[in-house]
């Protein structure tokens, strides 16, 4: 199963690398395909005042010198089409944010490199238009097949990270994951699904807590990877705290996950 995991945001190099040497232990697992995780630019905090992280040339340089040093595969955000061919020169697989998954421009310039894109779902999307968005990558890449194996041979994926219950909340239906696996191989990611928009006046709430429920769901449900925003200590992180998952509780929720797998 593929692995995507690591901290919300580059908060600063030491930072990055003490958390890269701990997660080393999936990177040996044979039973897992594992990308390092951590974006350069929160481009969509809620507050003007929140931490973004250290841009473009200082995160790259950084996610660089982590993929050199411990060997892993990298995977980082987009936000804007220019960004992507400078992005692709360093990480493994491009990921669309979920508040730009019908961003033509940004998908079309993903498809044309020849990294992996992985697709999350808007909060606002139904699911099954997620196929549409999946086309605009495969048609870019020259095959006008959508379908689970097109789109695993061309490396597109789709990533479930809940939907919008009314205000200020995030649930998950299980069903999605079903109806996107038609699509394209699918990522759970069961921290942002435990969000809470806007809870904490003006930044993102949550409740770490659901995460292995919500992560043992999807296992049994059957997904292709996970995805987890860990870090040393999510009360301190600069982004994302609520929601992430300590890294001390990681291996035991994966071990976890790889059983029912096996069921």
């Known amino acids: 199963m593929k692995l995507l995991a690591g901290p919300c945001v580059i908060e600063s190099e030491e930072n990055i690398f003490k958390i890269a040497k701990a997660l080393e232990i999936y990177q040996n697992d044979k039973t897992i395909d594992f990308y390092f995780k951590s974006s350069f630019d929160k481009a969509n905090r809620t507050s003007l005042n929140s931490f973004r992280g250290l841009g473009i040339e200082e995160g790259l340089r950084i996610l660089e010198k982590v993929k050199n040093d411990f060997g892993y595969k990298v ?110 191989p699918t990522i759970f990611d069961a921290t942002h699904s435990v969000q809470a928009p806007g809870a904490l006046g003006g930044k993102t709430g949550g409740d770490r807590t659901m995460v292995p429920y919500l992560a043992s769901a999807a296992a049994a449900v059957g997904v292709d990877g996970f995805f987890f925003e860990t870090h040393f200590d999510p009360s301190i992180a600069l982004s994302d705290g609520p929601n992430m998952i300590k890294l001390d509780e990681l291996e035991a929720l994966i071990n976890k996950i790889k059983k029912i797998r096996e069921i």
């Open 75 to 184: 995977v980082t955000d987009v936000h804007e089409s220019h960004q992507v061919p400078i992005v692709a020169e360093v990480v493994d697989m491009l990921q669309i944010p979920a508040f730009l998954c019908r961003q033509t421009d940004l998908l079309v310039a993903c498809a044309k490199t020849t990294k992996e894109v992985n697709i999350k779902k808007g909060q606002f999307i139904n699911p099954p238009d997620m196929k549409y968005s999946v086309a605009k990558v495969l048609k870019t890449r020259g095959c006008d097949e959508v379908s689970y194996e097109a789109s695993k041979k061309h490396g597109v994926y789709l990533c479930e990270r809940g939907s919008s219950f009314g205000y200020g909340n995030i649930v998950v239906d299980m069903r999605s994951l079903v109806i996107m696996r038609e699509f394209a």
